[in-house]
């Protein structure tokens, strides 16, 4: 179970999103290669991941059988918040800046000439390479973008010539594989952008503790 919350917490954390001048809603499937250890824990994964952008804010809804994982960004004061309902437990965390993490990591992008469609965009290849000085480990990712969207709006990938719609990430023992199967333009509610009062304040330390981390 520790693994599967891990697991939450990086999934909607990578997919850290950020807004200029997109509003709307993109949906993207979420498939997995496991290993054989972890395939009895597959249907506790999420299958859909939905980002909701506005003009200074941003949301990032997966849910489960345990519940809901929700990422809400203020981009003015560059603050954002981890919601997690799991089973009636709702707690809220507030998440570190991301300058830390970019002063740490170096980027290496490859563009390629194979092309795709996906929902109606054109695509492009990438493969996107992070090295981590502190780990002493290189990420590579390889990416199906589309130039007509700005990549400024996923933290992740800014560095990118546009906004990925299909890429897979290798973590935790796993493939995840991410393909965006709606994007609409469209006004969004203030209150998507709010957190709710219900959920107690704690660190991610702390969370992680009372979930059996270290």
Avoid at 7 to 15: G, K
Avoid at 175 to 187: D, G, R, S
Wanted: net charge positive; charged share 25%.
């Amino acid at each position: 179970m520790k693994k599967i919350f891990t697991i939450l917490i990086y999934l909607i954390l990578w997919n850290y999103t950020i807004s200029q001048d997109f509003i709307g809603k993109i949906s993207y499937s979420i498939d997995y290669d496991l290993d054989e250890h972890m395939e009895s824990q597959r249907s506790m994964l999420p299958t859909q991941m939905t980002t909701y952008i506005s003009k200074n804010a941003s949301r990032i809804e997966q849910e489960t059988m345990i519940g809901e994982q929700i990422v809400i960004s203020n981009h003015k004061n560059n603050s954002s918040v981890l919601l997690m309902n799991l089973m009636g437990q709702k707690v809220s965390i507030n998440i570190p800046s991301e300058k830390d993490k970019e002063k740490d990591n170096k980027v290496n992008i490859r563009y390629f000439e194979d092309e795709k469609m996906i929902v109606g965009y054109a695509c492009k290849k990438a493969i996107y390479s992070t090295y981590s000085s502190k780990k002493q480990d290189t990420i590579s990712i390889t990416i199906y973008y589309t130039p007509e969207i700005s990549s400024k709006y996923n933290q992740q990938f800014k560095e990118l010539k546009g906004l990925p719609l299909e890429y897979s990430v290798v973590t935790q023992g796993m493939t995840l594989y991410f393909v965006a199967n709606e994007i609409i333009q469209q006004k969004l509610r203030k209150s998507l952008f709010k957190t709710p009062k219900d959920y107690n304040i704690m660190s991610l330390e702390d969370f992680q503790k009372m979930m059996g981390g270290s």
